[in-house]
């Protein structure tokens, strides 16, 4: 196999890891984490199948496992990573912003199906492939996820001084 082929598939997998984690820097590990696992795994790639969905599949598996991991770790943010958030949060004026919150509010199973159909164009067989469920299930939390968006984002916006209990000082 060419490594040019992987090369070729690293835009579509950062695009997919920075809306399932919704940050830059955790996608970026993400990305890197599935490359690496890919290359020490290359030998169970099958010629002649879908290498994308393939890759998609180790990045699917990549973020649970660390998901899970992190669950039973908990985690821990730095005060000056709160207060930015915080900051953040008052500007959340721009729709991407917003479609972009509201996707980190979908369940995770919803998401990942939600992202891999409209942002990587997979066809519900793939989707399938990747995340081993049946194409029905696919189908299934697609309407889910995009009834639950469409709900999130037809909700009235939320002003940063109700979401925090804050209130700006002169």
Known sequence: MDTRDLVDHIPSLRRYARALTGD??????LVQDTLERACSKWRLWRSGTDLRAWLFTIMH???ASHGRRISRQGTTVAFDEAAHDLRGAHAQQDQAIDLQRCLMLLPEDQRAVL???ALEDLSYAQVA???TVPIGTVMSRLSRARERLHQLMEAAP???AQRTGLRRLK
């Open 24 to 29: 830059r820097w955790a996608a970026d590990d």
């Open 158 to 160: 939320v002003s940063f």
């Open 129 to 131: 492939i990747v995340l």
């Open 61 to 63: 598996n990549v973020h």
């Open 115 to 117: 992202l891999l159909v």
